[in-house]
């Protein structure tokens, strides 16, 4: 019962009504039973096959979920007979432990080289809030390694005594945090969510002598995780099958940075790989950002590094050993972006661009993005503007093969629960197979048509939990929350798509039992976006939960779809019950829609 109070002297009571079964559940549960008042394992595996398109489904297999469902709902099920009722089997549909709406298991192909997958990445690891004036920590690295995050940046510069190395944002108020502390760190913590192998990459502002002591603090603390290339150039990326609990470092060969230091004054180009810092942050704006042209894709170091912080020769007898920790060496793109993106067969690497220099990449050479990305890596960051660790759309990169998608994961948003939803596939592991077509590009890169391959349909029957989780007066002070549900595609532009329900008035436990369908042409790629709001009249909808899943994943049939706050963070009892069906587009669809991995057009 919640009580609202109204006029300042009023009060209202409301009832919180418990969810009922929704007519397609009841219907189900009356077809699987056969019209009696139990359903036995052997018709509930019947269900799991027919309605869940859980094929390989056993008998054993309902027996276990009956047993399960009959032990929490009921203290002497052992004494029971094991058969659900229709309250059991509706609680089984609604529990996201038992009935969730993806697999939570690793079920990709591991076998295949590295640069054949999308990889969970971070950007700016270290940082606890914005690119300015936060304060540097090894807490942030830890928070997404447990999330499985499996890329890790450092930006590593000497200490004020130039004796040490420190963890920051150079050039920035931001505090530092010792480098040694956070490759403890993340030994401690790399694989606590997923035994994939972590790549820390390495953007290295130090003296030869530093880097000794980098490679040093490295050898030691990770001893037999770290992987060391048997050959200076590998011709192939390993499998991360092969790679589990490793540790692999990504950055320039110290020759290349004592290049790009030399030669920074005949230069005018920025290293995208270490972002866009050449000037302090108050002048740089928006539209000296958008003005870049190709040598905006340049990978040179920074201009704006001390000096007195770089010697003038290469000490031999240190260098090697950096050098030789290198697994995934970053190269330097000089010259246009079409001769650095020029597939070597004897040698692979890693380039960077920024957001917005891949934006402007696809159009002249996407053919060239999605033939590099099948064997090198490309790393994409966000533009050096976004001060408030705020992101961009990952899906431009992910349709050219990017496999690095450098977030800042501390920039809440939607941008990032699109991230976030991507790597809930393939178990949760941090490495996803990308998909056959983009391993695939003709030769001549001829931009081919794609049909609709498949039509999406989504039912919302109806959402639960919230009065669990948020103060009764969260929402509204007069009067139970008026809940809507917006559900989409993200994906590409011609998948692009936002619907949502009607308003349920004055109900904690609204019911919509409202259907919608989704055209794919490419469902590899998409993610189904899920959205719950509290409808203002007279102010900004408030929001109530919010889920990401690749829609390559979904299960079919009735699921309990979980929901999460701004930040990601699954909510303890909020949930909707979903049904997601899949079917063969029409002969209009398969004729009308086109998408290339090398090229995309945005809706007008």
Request: glycine share 6%.
């Amino acid at each position: 019962m919640g009580t609202y109070r109204m006029c300042g002297c009023f009060t209202r009571k409301f009832k919180i009504i418990e969810a009922a079964p929704p007519p397609d559940v009841i219907a189900a549960f009356e077809k699987y039973a056969e019209g009696g008042p139990q359903m036995t394992a052997e018709q509930l595996h019947r269900f799991l096959v027919d309605v869940q398109g859980q094929g390989g489904a056993k008998v054993s297999d309902a027996e276990e979920i009956l047993l399960q469902v009959l032990q929490k709902r009921h203290h002497m099920a052992k004494f029971r007979k094991h058969a659900l009722s229709l309250d059991d089997f509706f609680h089984y549909l609604y529990s996201a432990d038992l009935n969730p709406p993806i697999d939570n298991k690793v079920h990709h192909d591991m076998t295949a080289p590295l640069s054949h997958y999308f990889i969970y990445t971070g950007h700016n690891s270290y940082l606890t809030g914005n690119q300015l004036s936060s304060d540097c920590s090894d807490v942030p690295i830890i928070k997404a390694l447990k999330r499985g995050v499996r890329v890790v940046e450092l930006d590593l510069w000497p200490n004020s005594t130039k004796n040490d190395v420190d963890v920051l944002h150079g050039r920035t108020l931001t505090a530092p945090v010792e480098l040694i502390k956070c490759l403890k760190s993340i030994k401690e913590h790399a694989f606590s969510a997923s035994e994939y192998p972590v790549v820390i990459t390495l953007e290295d502002h130090l003296t030869p002598k530093l880097r000794a002591k980098v490679a040093q603090m490295v050898t030691q603390t990770f001893g037999k995780m770290l992987f060391r290339p048997e050959s200076e150039c590998l011709k192939e990326f390993p499998a991360p099958e092969d790679l589990k609990y490793r540790i692999l470092i990504s950055t320039k060969p110290p020759k290349e940075y004592l290049e790009a230091q030399t030669n920074k004054d005949k230069e005018k180009e920025k290293d995208s790989d270490d972002d866009v810092w050449g000037k302090e942050p108050t002048e740089l704006t928006a539209e000296q950002e958008d003005e870049k042209t190709d040598s905006d894709a340049s990978d040179n170091n920074r201009d704006d590094e001390d000096s007195d912080a770089f010697e003038p020769e290469i000490d031999s007898s240190r260098a090697p050993g950096y050098k030789s920790l290198i697994a995934i060496p970053g190269g330097k793109i000089t010259g246009r972006l079409k001769e650095a993106l020029k597939v070597e067969p004897d040698k692979v690497r890693r380039i960077s661009l920024s957001e917005q220099a891949l934006e402007k990449a696809t159009v002249s050479y996407g053919t060239d993005l999605v033939r590099f990305t099948q064997k090198n890596f490309l790393r994409i960051y966000p533009k050096g503007t976004r001060f408030n660790s705020s992101n961009y759309k990952p899906q431009i990169g992910w349709m050219h093969g990017a496999q690095m998608i450098a977030f800042n994961m501390q920039g809440y948003g939607r941008s990032l629960w699109l991230m976030q939803g991507m790597f809930r596939a393939n178990g949760g592991c941090g490495y996803v197979k990308k998909p056959d077509f983009l391993m695939n590009v003709d030769a001549n890169g001829e931009r081919a048509e794609l049909p609709v391959k498949k039509r999406l349909r989504v039912k919302v029957y109806m959402g639960d939990g919230w009065h669990l989780d948020f103060k009764h007066t969260h929402f509204d002070s007069y009067s139970p929350p008026d809940f809507y549900t917006k559900v989409g595609i993200a994906g590409v532009p011609d998948d692009e798509i936002m619907k949502k329900t009607k308003i349920k008035e004055d109900n904690w436990t609204p019911v919509w039992d409202e259907e919608f369908t989704f055209p794919l042409t490419v469902p590899e790629l998409a993610l189904l976006r899920v959205e719950v709001h509290e409808y203002d009249m007279s102010e900004k909808d408030d929001f109530a939960g919010q889920t990401c899943l690749p829609v390559s994943e979904l299960k079919q049939g009735i699921r309990a779809v979980p929901l999460f706050d701004r930040k990601g963070e699954k909510l303890n009892s909020t949930r909707l019950l979903m049904r997601t069906t899949y079917f063969a587009p029409s002969v209009v669809e398969a004729t009308s829609a086109s998408f290339s991995p090398v090229c995309h057009r945005k809706k007008t």
